[in-house]
């Protein structure tokens, strides 16, 4: 990639005021309408399908566009940092002086200031279906989906056509792919968004006392089950019906990504360096935080996939998006094995839902309820067992596509 223009081109889609057009406001008229009648509906509400990939033309790795997004975060947020270092250090008041530098140089101050370039929780998301649907995208991916609907996705006949969730799902979230992992753009919203409110309480439970350990276990605990925009509450049943584990995932590695800007963390195995760190009387950024570099990749992962890390569904539309999955089973199995590049093996797909309801062995919140998770070895392959046998003959499981050529695999 030509990377100075394309970091030109990223600059006019990421930051705050972004979007300010006619059918943004339009959008944003349409949702707010929607949540008055459905007041339990928040604007991160949105759904998404990663059981509807493209068979026939790939999908664009995004991976780029992320380091870039976040890359300028990180920056602009040193500048506004270091600018108010700066006046600081001029007040002749000493007392003031250390009272101005110390809420300056607050962790919490460094890692709100990176999240301010980014929009509000709704608007985000639009945000980013807008930059990736843009001719800008469509010249920097010729060829490749860089974010796709499908025209006829897994929700489009769950609910009844009366059920007041349905002006939620009016919000569609579409799918990209990014450093190999494909998930959906309210992933990005629920990463920034309730990642920021997770940091702000774990930064709460660490002033009382508790350890890190304690303090993300009751972050977890909180937005999981008992906090009113829990994935039980407001965020996942009374909005959709969907108990999103991916989303708490997402939420999960926001809480992550607001410790790393100051404090190192580990991710994937891996002891990551603060993203900002102090020279002198002022910050910079770290060397690893560069554009194109794959650094925000250590926060993404198979977890934030709803197809391999599998939702919750209320009684009331689980039958449907079931059936809805199964009808799918072969383009899903195709995708997946031969697109995607991983095993035919269900086998392989049930030891993975069962190794993302945890993250490198610490929870997040995933609901364990394995009877009620539609998970893809039970799906796309329903005759096969545990024990790895199947009650059908091979000729008579769903067929792949027999024209399909394999695109490289995503890893």
């Known amino acids: 990639m030509n990377h100075p223009r394309l970091f030109k081109r990223f600059r006019s889609y990421t930051t ?68 108010e270092i700066e006046r600081a250090l001029r007040d002749p008041d000493p007392v003031q002086r250390e009272k101005s530098l110390a809420w300056a140089r607050r962790p919490e101050h460094l890692a709100y200031v990176v999240l301010d370039s980014f929009n509000d929780p709704f608007t985000e998301i639009l945000d980013a279906e807008h930059a990736l649907r843009s001719s800008w995208a469509k010249d920097t991916y010729r060829g490749a989906y860089a974010i796709y609907s499908p025209s006829d996705w897994i929700y489009g006949r769950s609910h009844f056509w009366l059920d007041p969730r349905n002006i939620t799902l009016m919000f569609r979230s579409g799918s ?41 276990a009751a972050v977890v605990r909180s937005y999981a089950d008992t906090n009113p925009i829990a994935e039980r509450g407001l965020l996942g049943f009374i909005a959709t019906g969907v108990y999103s584990n991916a989303d708490l995932a997402a939420n999960f590695m926001g809480l992550k990504f607001c410790i790393n800007v100051t404090e190192p963390v580990v991710l994937k195995g891996e002891l990551r360096e603060p993203m900002i760190v102090r020279r002198g009387e002022f910050f910079r950024v770290n060397q690893h935080i560069r554009p194109e570099s794959g650094w925000f990749g250590y926060f993404v992962s198979d977890h934030w996939n709803e197809a391999f890390n599998p939702c919750w569904y209320d009684f ?96």
Request: some cysteine; overall charge negative; proline content about 6%.
């Open 16 to 83: 705050t005021g972004m979007l300010r057009s006619v059918s943004r406001s339009a959008m944003i008229l349409v949702a707010a309408a929607g949540c008055a009648l459905l007041p339990a509906a928040p604007a991160q509400a949105h759904e998404t399908d990663q059981y509807s990939l493209p068979v026939n033309r790939p999908m664009a790795d995004v991976g780029d566009w992320l380091d870039c997004v976040h890359t300028q975060a990180v920056e602009k947020a040193v500048r506004v940092v270091n600018a």
């Open 176 to 216: 990209v792919k990014a450093y190999g992992v494909y998930f959906g753009t309210d992933k990005l919203s629920h990463f920034h968004h309730m990642g920021s409110i997770y940091y702000g309480d774990y930064m709460a439970y660490r002033a009382s006392g508790m350890s890190d350990a304690e303090a993300t």
């Open 316 to 411: 009331s539309i689980r039958s449907s998006v079931h059936d809805t999955i199964r009808e799918r089973a072969a383009p899903i199995r195709d995708f997946y094995t031969r697109i995607d590049g991983r095993p035919d093996d269900p086998a392989y797909y049930r030891a993975l839902s069962h190794n993302l309801a945890t993250y490198d062995g610490e929870e997040y919140g995933h609901s364990k309820n394995w009877d009620k998770l539609l998970t893809l070895d039970q799906v796309c392959w329903p005759s096969w067992h545990s024990d790895g046998n199947y009650d059908e003959k091979p000729e008579d499981r769903p067929a792949a596509p027999e024209d399909s050529q394999p695109f490289a695999a995503s890893r």
